[in-house]
């Protein structure tokens, strides 16, 4: 069983771990760290067991917004992947109802296109009458 060196807060420890676990160990061993320095620096040199404590502490705090955070991302994605899947439903059952219509033939498409010319023309009428008043 490995055996690696941590220094936290100042002191140095001998800690053992399973082979292949040394590099985790070293990263949460930086993150107490990290907490004890945060504490020295701002109340000054404490006992071990205690800079420990409240380093510890600290990082539970951490890790416990950081599961609230991530919890409530997996509801709002669970959310969003719902209405995806509405919204996919919805989409399909369009198109299925979309296919049901039968096309118009070539010459029922063009068949009025006198009256559309016309709803244009005077469309395009109101447009112009409506630029010439505000300029």
């Known amino acids: 069983m490995p055996e690696i060196t941590l220094e936290i807060g100042g002191r140095t420890f001998e800690v053992a771990c399973d082979p292949g676990e040394e590099d985790s160990l070293k990263v949460a061993a930086e993150m107490l760290a990290v907490e004890a320095r ?3 620096d701002a109340i000054g040199r404490v006992p071990e067991s205690r800079m420990l404590l409240m380093a510890g502490l600290m990082l539970a705090d951490r890790t ?3 599961e609230t955070a991530c919890k409530l991302g997996e509801t709002r994605l669970k959310t969003l992947e719902d209405r995806l899947l509405e919204s996919e439903a919805k989409l399909a059952a369009m198109t299925v109802e979309m296919n049901k219509t039968p096309a118009l033939p ?7 296109s006198e009256a559309v010319t016309e709803s244009l023309a005077k469309s395009v009428a109101k447009l112009e009458a409506m630029i010439d008043t505000s300029a």
């Open 64 to 66: 416990k917004e950081m």
């Open 38 to 40: 945060r504490l020295e």
């Open 106 to 112: 070539e010459e029922d498409l063009f068949s009025n």
